[in-house]
């Protein structure tokens, strides 16, 4: 005899799970049947869903939410997928996506089958999402460039001891970590006042 078990997941401990069980309850899934994870969706080793793995049998039927209930990413959902669908030979049933129903069959054509065609494109067009952004991101960087905005955390003003201090290293007298320390600073953001002072004063 098959079980019906609910995955149910939050990103932190703080966020309101009660949606997803409810949603569950609606379909007639205890609260015995569910195992609830709060936590990063980043990868599958979480607590409680790899007890729900263990205790999966073929046949079984596994209910979530919506797919990003399962994680994050969809080259590692689709991984996780294949081996549910496929090694432990259960039905998942993706409650917001009809699609992502491996029990449904339409016009002969198997409902794991769909799902993985499915899937598949959601990861497509994931990864276009993402190269998108990353393009949009640079070509942002280099129009702010361009203009001469500078991008990241503002820059610390150049203090006003640091002129003598510029001196004393010049002249060897003191090292540029030594300088870094008599300005309560790192020699690394030293050594950037260094740069961005003889930047601007090139004759």
Request: aromatic residues 8%; hydrophobic residues 35%; glycine residues 4%.
């Amino acid at each position: 005899m098959s079980n019906k078990y609910a995955y149910i997941r939050v990103s932190s401990k703080d966020q309101n799970i009660d949606r997803q069980v409810d949603a569950m309850e609606k379909i007639g899934i205890s609260r015995k049947q569910m195992y609830i994870d709060k936590q990063s969706g980043m990868d599958f080793q979480r607590k409680n869903y790899q007890r729900l793995i263990k205790n999966l049998k073929a046949g079984d039927e596994l209910y979530v939410k919506s797919i990003d209930r399962l994680g994050r990413n969809y080259d590692d959902i689709i991984e996780q997928w294949t081996y549910l669908t496929k090694v432990k030979d259960i039905n998942i049933i993706v409650l917001d996506f009809p699609l992502l129903d491996t029990r449904n069959q339409i016009d002969g054509v198997t409902g794991k089958f769909i799902a993985d065609i499915v899937l598949q494109l959601l990861s497509y067009i994931a990864q276009i999402e993402r190269e998108n952004i990353h393009q949009r991101q640079a070509e942002g960087i280099k129009l702010a460039k361009q203009k001469g905005i500078h991008l990241g955390r503002p820059r610390l003003p150049i203090p006003e001891d640091f002129y003598s201090l510029y001196l004393l290293c010049k002249q060897h007298k003191i090292s540029k970590r030594e300088g870094a320390r008599r300005l309560n600073t790192n020699p690394t953001t030293f050594n950037n006042w260094i740069k961005r002072y003889e930047a601007q004063n090139i004759e």
